[in-house]
């Protein structure tokens, strides 16, 4: 069975960045076919695809976030990883990482809650 | 960017009865149209893909229609563990995803 897992700081400092990482287990991140991503839900609101990453290495980004996310992988250790800069308290949201193709998400993490704040 | 609306916001049914929810897409997306389950303090599950298809394990009390712009999910009757929020995803132009904003089905 695939089991994703998010890992990283719960709460970031303003303009600094967030960076979360996903351990996959229960399959390899480098099966062909599948994208890697990420996906966030503000509290209380609904779901934000950010980006995601292709078996190959080829990435992909929501075009609002683009210029403040960097989405890579480390096969060697079946985990990829996101990075988003400039944080803000709109950025506060619990971050979800999620394997898909292009079309739906079958497996989801259990999500993480990062909070931005000073 | 395709918008995805969905309709109503909140939807009060009591247990066992019919729930039927609604997803409007801003232009066509064919019959590439997802709906997702989400309760408390989980993760989403897929529901249905394709407008139509059940997901693996999915009870056949879930079922998806629609096509182009106009999409429903209907819960032919409402168990206790049904009660939750849905969303549907357009994956019709990858990686172009959107989501609509949800509709919580809750205990009336």
């Known amino acids: 069975q695939l089991q994703l897992q998010e890992s990283g700081p719960g709460l970031v400092k303003p303009s600094e960045t967030l960076s979360l990482t996903c351990t996959v287990s229960?399959?390899?991140?480098?099966?062909?076919?599948?994208?890697w991503g990420w996906i966030r839900q503000p509290p209380g609101k609904g779901l934000e695809w950010i980006g995601s990453?292709?078996?190959?290495?080829?990435?992909y980004y929501n075009p609002s976030l683009k210029s403040r996310v960097t989405i890579s992988v480390d096969t060697s250790k079946n985990q990829f990883s996101l990075k988003l800069s400039s944080v803000t308290a709109a950025d506060t949201a619990v971050y979800y990482c999620?394997?898909?193709?292009?079309?739906?998400?079958?497996?989801w993490g259990q999500g993480t809650l990062v909070t931005v704040s000073s | 960017e395709i918008v995805m609306t969905q309709s109503p916001a909140t939807l009060s049914v009591s247990p066992g009865e019919r729930a039927t929810l609604s997803c409007r897409a801003s232009?066509?997306?064919?019959?590439?149209l997802a709906w997702y389950q989400q309760k408390p303090g989980q993760a989403p599950r897929l529901l249905i893909y394709?407008?139509?298809t059940r997901a693996t394990g999915i009870p056949a009390r879930f079922s998806g229609s629609g096509s182009g712009t106009e999409f429903t999910l209907t819960i032919s009757s409402l168990q206790s563990e049904d009660f939750a929020v849905y969303y549907c995803?357009?994956?019709?132009?990858?990686?172009?995803?959107?989501f609509g904003q949800g509709t919580k089905v809750e205990i009336k």
């Open positions: 999620a394997r898909h193709r292009a079309t739906v998400i079958d497996y």
């Open positions: 229960g399959g390899s991140i480098s099966s062909s076919s599948y994208y």
């Open positions: 990453i292709y078996y190959s290495g080829s990435t």
């Open positions: 232009q066509s997306v064919s019959s590439n």
């Open positions: 394709g407008a139509s």
């Open positions: 995803q357009q994956y019709n132009n990858w990686p172009w995803w959107t």
